[in-house]
């Protein structure tokens, strides 16, 4: 991709408990073997399966990132923006705040802030 191109470029990888257990893990997963991405070790649930388990998505916003450039300003920060409402799963997108600083948003329904620091460590107020 280039930067001649325009477009929401994205793919989906769908994990189980088993495969996002450890970092380790999920680096495994983005190796692709013989083309494809293993990111499960069980089969994806059925209908009824899909309709009572539970969601998250993670997204990576900081690969594209570039500093928005207008004479006399300095960029200071840059949040992403999206309507939480159309997400009704928990999620973080990854994104670059600064040149040299990479953050993280995260949205939920079902954890405190306080809950949701002490799941995820690298996160700081």
């Known amino acids: 991709v280039g ?7 994205w793919g989906v990888l769908m994990y189980d408990p088993v495969s996002y257990t450890n970092a380790q893990s999920i680096r495994r997963s983005l190796t692709p073997v013989e083309g494809v991405y293993p990111s499960r070790a069980r089969p994806l649930p059925g ?3 899909s309709a009572v388990c539970r969601y ?3 997204t990576n916003w900081s690969a594209f990132a570039e500093d928005l450039i207008i004479d006399g ?3 200071h920060l840059h949040l992403p923006y999206f309507n939480v409402k159309e997400y009704p799963i928990e999620g973080c997108v990854v994104f670059r705040a600064r040149k040299d600083q990479l953050a993280v948003m995260c949205w939920t329904s079902t ?3 306080e809950q949701l620091m002490a799941r995820v460590p ?4």
Do not use: H, K, T, W
Not at 122 to 125: A, E, G, M, T
């Open 47 to 49: 209908y009824f399966g």
């Open 73 to 75: 300003c300095e960029q």
């Open 56 to 58: 998250a998505m993670v």
């Open 111 to 113: 954890l405190s802030p």
């Open 122 to 125: 690298v996160i700081r107020q």
């Open 3 to 9: 930067d001649d191109l325009a477009g929401n470029y």
